[in-house]
């Protein structure tokens, strides 16, 4: 998996679906960037339904009921955490047909460490 060190906002908060107001925001000690503001677009149909939850809902979730801002999406920022890296490789992998994967391990099936015994 590739990773980011710069992301959009939008995909460290908002599509793991963190409100925009929230103090999360500050407490990650996140770094947003002056230059560039934004670098690439994003997928639009994407945006659309994480602004639609964030606001009214759905999936079984209320939503938060908040007027959500793209500008605040398109920020620029300094990735905080890995799982940003996380949605964005899940939002590609579901736009590509499905196909079984086997995800090399390196445990064998079977065999315990001494420490699990």
């Given at each position: 998996m590739i990773t980011f060190l710069l992301s959009h906002s939008f995909?460290?908060?908002?599509?793991?679906?963190?409100?925009?107001?929230?103090?999360?925001?500050?407490?990650?000690?996140?770094?947003?960037?002056e230059a560039p503001y934004t670098m690439r677009k994003l997928p639009e149909e994407y945006v659309e339904l994480v602004k639609r939850v964030h606001e009214d809902g759905g999936y079984g979730s209320k939503g938060y009921g908040y007027k959500w801002k793209r500008e605040e999406a398109n920020k620029n920022l300094l990735r905080t955490h890995t799982t940003a890296v996380s949605t964005r490789m899940l939002y590609a992998l579901a736009k590509q047909p499905f196909a079984p994967k086997k995800i090399p391990s390196n445990k064998r099936s079977g065999l315990q460490s001494g420490a699990h015994s």
């Open positions: 995909w460290n908060f908002d599509a793991l679906f963190q409100p925009q107001q929230h103090l999360a925001h500050d407490t990650h000690d996140t770094f947003f960037l």
